[in-house]
Every structure is written in C-alpha cells, then in structure tokens.
C-alpha cells in the first residue's frame, strides 16, 4: 500500500497518556505544545495521536487491530511511533487484568473502596517489582506484531520506539525495578529489526526528579515534551533516510 501523497503526510502515534499529559493533566490530541504536535509541525506533517491512560503494548496492539481509524490513517503516515512500554514496565500488585476490572466493580461505593485500598496497597508493594503490568517477552511479542503489522502493509515505512519511560511517583513508591529488564527486552528487539530507539527515561527523569513535571511524578511539564519532541525528529528523519523510497513518496 503506497503512501497517499495528496495531502502531507500524518505522524502515527500508538501511545499512552505521556503521549497527551502535560503539567496539569490531560491534553487535547491537537494541542501544540504536546510532543507529537511539535514533532508533526517540524516535519510539515500532521499528527494522529491514538492513545490512552495506562496503555501498554498490547493495548497498542488492539488499537492497530482494532481501530478504523488507525486504519485510516496508515495509508498516508509518513512514520509511525510505537510510543508505549513505560506501563508495561510499571509494578502492578495485582494482574493487570484483574487491576482493569476495577471500573467494572458495582455498586458505586464498593468500587470507590476497593479502588482506595489498592491505592493504598499500591506504593507498599511496588518496591517487589511483581508481577510487573506487562512481562518483558509479552512486551516484545506485542511490539514484534505492530512492526511485523504495519510494515507488511506499509514495507519500508519508518517506525520508530521508544525506551521505558521512568516515572518518580508516590503512586508507586518511587520504585520501577522492573523498567531495566524490559529496557533491555526492547533494545535487543529493536537491534534485530533494525528499529530506531528514542532513549525517553534520559530525556525526563531529572526533569521529573527536579519537580518540574506533573506533581504525580508520572507525566512531564513541556520542557520535557520539547526535549522529546528534538529525539522523535532526529530519529524520524534519519528513519526516512535509511527508506528511500518512502523518504521521496514523503516528499
């Protein structure tokens, strides 16, 4: 499926809520001062940012799959960011299956209860490191299944990932043990197939540690976002010229 030219090409990201947070919570997909948008107008493309709080790679996944409007939009990506993993990496007390089924809990106020008492439970146990939200293997099959997905539509489009993000939260004991192995999950992944990593942890974490993020020490403040923004370019840009023909069809 070539890409569409008729119109400038689109920026996909797959991605969680540090694709749309800033300081004072959540953002609209369009907002300027977010990275996608800042790395979109850089490239005189646009932005579709598909994205949820707590998305792993396998909700990235699903998304691919399931979404028709991802499906419309990869016709005429330009690249495609799979920016997700900082969740998989994430300390979850309970399954991560059975920690989503929380909403679901009726009546009203056993639902407010039990979802206190796992905030409570929460930065206890998360120094344990276990189970984490995502193994690292799973992490890998999934983001392995959006590559394997997106380039047998689109051969030779760039698609870039992204490391872990670190997180300096009360909300999980200031503790991520389990970020290292999935990081290191990811950067043999991405070796083997040729996937440019943006190196997200280094790119945030003092800024997170210095205060200078959301106050829950999870999503960042725009400085951030413009520092990450600069990497996604550099790699974008040097994704399109290792594809040339997707590099002139972008043109």
């Keep these: 499926m070539p890409l569409e030219t008729s119109n400038p090409p689109t920026l996909l990201v797959l991605g969680d809520s540090l694709s749309f947070y800033g300081p004072a919570g959540g953002l609209p997909a369009d907002d300027q001062r977010i990275w996608p948008s800042l790395v979109a107008s850089g490239l005189g493309w646009r932005a579709h940012v598909c994205a949820r709080v707590g998305w792993t790679t396998r909700d990235a996944w699903w998304a691919l799959t399931q979404d028709p409007l991802v499906w419309a939009t990869i016709p005429r990506a330009g690249a495609v ?26 009546p009203s106020w056993l639902r407010r209860r039990v979802r206190a008492t796992y905030a409570r439970v929460q930065p206890m146990l998360s120094p344990l490191g276990w189970p984490m939200a995502l193994p690292p293997a799973v992490t890998v099959a999934y983001l392995e299944r959006i590559r394997a997905a997106i380039t047998a539509v689109r051969p030779g489009i760039p698609i870039i990932a992204v490391q872990p993000a670190l997180h300096h939260s009360r909300y999980y004991g200031y503790a991520q043990p389990g970020q290292p192995r999935t990081s290191r999950a990811i950067t043999r992944w991405a070796s083997e197939k040729g996937i440019p990593l943006v190196d997200i942890p280094a790119a945030t974490i003092d800024h997170l540690r210095a205060g200078e993020g959301n106050p829950d020490g999870i999503h960042w403040g725009f400085a951030a976002h413009r520092r990450v923004a600069r990497l996604m370019h550099t790699a974008i840009v040097s994704g399109e010229s290792d594809s040339p023909g997707n590099a002139r069809a972008a043109r």
């Design 81 to 106: 960011v799979i920016a997700v993993a900082g969740m998989d990496s994430l300390p979850s007390p309970l399954p991560t299956a059975l920690r989503e089924q929380i909403r679901y809990v009726r």
